[in-house]
Nanobody, 123 residues
């Protein structure tokens, strides 16, 4: 399993931007699908975005056209660029890795998880 560490969270005003990073160690992620999930207080963890080994992506409908997932295999890192943030985007954001190359929106198809980074969007 990969060891994943998220960074880049913080407090931002509505309409602002943040860029989350997920640095992987322990194994190369270049041939693996990666995903971002989030969990708001009192809610279940939900899918945000994922990227497969060749860079194809999928998004939750509520973040399409605002969030962009990308990967830098040379740095063994995945990113989530979040623009036009809304208060409802407030959550802990988690990075996750699959053991296979194709992406998924299902939590139970990811086998490595980071500890999460807090994103708070004020109105």
């Amino acid at each position: 399993q990969a060891h994943l560490i998220e960074s880049g969270g913080g407090l931002v005003q509505a309409g602002g931007s943040l860029r989350l990073s997920c640095a992987a160690s322990g194994r190369t992620i270049s041939n693996h699908a990666m995903g971002w999930f989030r969990q708001a207080p009192g809610h279940e963890r939900e899918f945000v975005a994922s990227i497969n080994w060749v860079g194809n992506t999928q998004y939750q409908d509520s973040v399409k056209d605002r969030f962009t997932i990308s990967r830098d295999n040379a740095k063994n890192t995945v990113y989530l660029q979040m623009n036009s943030l809304k208060p409802e985007d407030t959550a802990i954001y988690f990075c996750a890795a699959r053991s296979v190359a194709y992406y998924s929106s299902l939590l139970n198809e990811y086998d490595s998880w980071g500890q999460g980074t807090q994103v708070t969007v004020s109105s």
